[in-house]
């Protein structure tokens, strides 16, 4: 079965530098949440979006932003950044909640490895 | 808010014996709950999760879990061991009535060490 793509797996940058990290998910899922998990952390909520407008925003920084697009990706930009931004990034989907309103399950990609050196 | 909260950071257990995880939730409503594991730099894979109906729930490789409302525990167990459930274990949360895009809430994760 098609799981959640992410790219990259792995990133490293310098301080102030930019980073994209990309999201695709499952086929027929339109609801996507972006985790951060620091190391040995458990992952927090960043930001999530559904039918391409955010729906819900957690810990996410101010020099964070991301989008959702036609295809359903979504994009995690992440300007200046500093050492404490060296993470797992798990993007996950879940497909649309039903009429009833109740929260679908999440699928987890395998995350992108960002280290800011 | 809901949170979570997850008993013993390390847990290690012998190869064959029981395995016990212990979760225990806060939440004004009756909560979605799941079991993600999480292999060494990989990502997190769902064991198991408790939306409504029964109360034990079974999942992948043997595991289950029951929901205790009374006790607002969550607990993971499996009867016996294996070498490859080494791994770190993490319990979420989330609130099933927005209607939209709801956040897990995770907890602090239980690393599950198997001896010989």
């Known amino acids: 079965a098609a799981g959640v793509i992410q790219s990259p797996r792995h990133l490293i940058k310098e301080k102030r530098e930019t980073a994209t990290l990309k999201c695709y998910p499952i086929?027929?899922?339109?609801?996507v949440y972006w985790y951060q998990q620091g190391p040995g952390q458990d992952p927090q909520f960043l930001i999530s979006?559904?039918?391409?407008?955010?729906?819900d925003k957690g810990s996410i920084p101010d020099r964070f932003s991301a989008q959702q697009f036609s295809d359903y990706h979504s994009e995690l930009n992440m300007s200046s950044l500093e050492l404490g931004d060296s993470a797992l990034y798990f993007c996950?989907?879940?497909?649309?909640?039903?009429?009833?309103?109740?929260?679908?399950?999440?699928?987890f990609g395998p995350g992108t490895r960002l280290l800011v050196l | 808010a809901q949170s979570v909260t997850q008993l013993g950071s390390h847990v290690s257990v012998s190869e064959g014996a029981l395995v016990l995880l212990r979760c225990n939730y806060s939440?004004?409503?009756?909560?979605?709950l799941f079991w993600y594991v999480q292999y060494p730099n990989q990502g997190l894979q769902l064991l198991l999760k408790?939306?409504?109906?029964?109360?034990l729930v079974k999942g992948i490789n043997g595991f289950e879990a029951e929901f205790k409302k009374s006790e607002t525990s969550f607990h993971l167990t499996k009867p016996s061991a294996h070498m490859s459930d080494a791994a770190e274990y993490f319990c979420?949360?989330?609130?099933?009535?927005?209607?939209?895009?709801?956040?897990?809430?995770f907890g602090t994760g239980t690393r599950l060490q198997v001896t010989l």
């Open positions: 408790y939306t409504t109906g029964a109360t």
């Open positions: 939440s004004s409503v009756p909560p979605y």
């Open positions: 979420a949360v989330s609130d099933p009535f927005t209607g939209t895009a709801s956040k897990l809430t």
């Open positions: 979006f559904y039918e391409k407008m955010q729906s």
């Open positions: 086929p027929r899922h339109d609801t």
């Open positions: 996950a989907s879940s497909p649309s909640p039903p009429t009833s309103g109740y929260q679908e399950t999440q699928y």
